[in-house]
């Protein structure tokens, strides 16, 4: 996982052929905005010269473009995605999200076709988890506004080979399995979705959108909403319960978890 927490954007003119061509670069780093600066006047030069060799395009590694509210550890950091709301990132615990579930043709013939919808997708968990303990032995579950959470407490390594295809098995969504193989981590939002508390929306382009007094203002009306709602609701745990990690009960009060508040 690659996080920063000193962003830079800048404008650079670069040779191609003959030509002078503007480029736009969104560098981070872990020491300044000048070290920062730095780094991307060193990033135009190389693309400069990778054009000029005809080298094609770099592998860079895939950095989380967001503002860093909270560096936890090098393993652990809460972020603001684009619409406003604060996510933790991880690469010490495996967290899902299921909105729905893998349908079995045997379904019919169960209890599962009984149950009300998030208790289907428990129940389908746990199904799959007696199938594929690979995953893990100890799990927090939670409920959402729209389904569960699912938080293990071993860490399984989104650069695995046989990653995707058990996630797709157990029904995680196909665009999250890619995001946690590109960012080599997992992310869980911690606060509501602004729509859902009638908050006046917000539009985070780059890191440096947060650094505004137009963000700083929308970040403390957004605040003050969150708190009268929970993102989460502990449902029950599998195995060891591990509510004691710090990260753990980080997320468990910034979801405001232990609060009989609506979902968001």
């Not at 590109?182 to 908050?199: F, N, V």
Request: glycine share 4%; net charge positive.
């Amino acid at each position: 996982m690659k996080h920063y927490q000193f962003w830079v954007k800048e404008r650079f003119n670069i040779m191609i052929g003959k030509n002078s061509e503007q480029i736009s670069l969104l560098v981070g780093s872990n020491q300044s905005k000048a070290d920062a600066y730095n780094l991307a006047v060193a990033r135009a030069k190389a693309i400069e010269t990778r054009i000029e060799q005809k080298a094609g395009i770099e592998d860079y590694d895939v950095a989380i473009k967001e503002h860093v509210t909270q560096l936890i550890d090098q393993q652990n950091v809460i972020t603001v995605c684009r619409y406003g709301a604060k996510v933790l990132n991880t690469c010490n615990y495996t967290i899902l999200d299921f909105d729905s579930y893998p349908v079995d043709f045997f379904d019919r013939f169960k209890a599962v076709r009984k149950l009300e919808k998030k208790q289907r997708i428990i129940y389908k968990f746990e199904e799959r988890l007696q199938k594929h303990p690979e995953l893990g032995q100890d799990f927090r579950i939670y409920e959402t506004a729209n389904g569960v959470r699912v938080i293990g407490k071993q860490y399984f390594d989104p650069t695995n080979k046989g990653h995707a295809k058990l996630l797709q098995l157990f029904g995680v969504d196909l665009l999250y399995v890619q995001l946690s193989q590109k960012q080599q981590c997992y992310r869980a939002r911690l606060t509501p979705k602004p729509y859902r508390i009638k908050s006046r929306t917000i539009k985070i382009g780059s890191p440096l959108d947060c650094e505004t007094e137009n963000y700083q203002s929308w970040e403390n009306e957004y605040q003050e909403k969150s708190n009268q709602f929970s993102v989460v609701k502990l449902v029950k745990t599998i195995g060891q319960d591990f509510a004691a990690d710090n990260v753990i009960a980080l997320h468990d009060r910034l979801c405001n978890s232990s609060q009989n508040k609506t979902l968001a």
